[in-house]
């Protein structure tokens, strides 16, 4: 007697079925960012732990949180119509004016270059063939003084020093 060798119907439709769930965007959802402290912090504050927890209620304040930082408006800063959250507008007009025109179009045209498959998915109306890329690229040397002293890590990350609590302008780095 001789035995089929042929898988049965139901075994393939049932594999081919199975193949495609991952083709449906069946990923888990991001786990929300959060901010955290440092282990030396925590150290500092480990007799303290209201403090500690007040400390960074007041960080959150300042910088917003990780889906949307900012600096907190301070009220010296909007008498004089300065947001450094808006460092595309002008200075006196509701922003801090560190990009002028010309740098504002070598963004754009940095962007253009360096995202240019993202723009052109999102430009033919899929934004499912957007992907993220694994390294971004590396922002411009800091122009500013003070930048030059922080760590190479730190200032790939940033391009201006923190500005002063004390609601001053800050004119030059």
């Not at 393939?12 to 199975?18: I, Q």
């Not at 403090?51 to 959150?60: G, H, S, Y």
């Not at 957007?130 to 730190?154: F, M």
Request: glycine share 6%; proline share 14%; with cysteine.
């Amino acid at each position: 007697m001789e035995r089929d060798l042929r898988p049965p119907i139901r075994t393939l439709l049932g594999g081919t079925l199975l193949s495609l769930i991952p083709a449906c965007g069946f990923e888990p959802p991001e786990p929300p960012r959060t901010y955290a402290t440092t282990a030396e912090t925590r150290t500092a504050f480990a007799e303290d732990p209201e403090a500690l927890a007040e400390l960074e209620r007041e960080l959150l304040a300042a910088f917003g949180p990780p889906a949307a930082p900012r600096y907190a408006p301070l009220e010296a800063w909007a008498e004089q119509d300065f947001d450094p959250n808006r460092p595309d507008l002008a200075l006196g007009v509701g922003g801090s004016g560190e990009i002028d025109d010309a740098e504002r179009v070598r963004v754009r045209a940095d962007n253009r270059a360096n995202f240019a498959r993202q723009i052109a998915a999102l430009e033919r109306g899929e934004p499912d063939d957007v992907d993220v890329p694994s390294r971004l690229p590396a922002l411009p040397p800091p122009r500013c003084a003070a930048l030059a002293l922080l760590s190479p890590c730190t200032r790939r990350l940033t391009r201006r020093p923190p500005l002063p609590s004390s609601g001053a302008i800050p004119t030059a780095c």
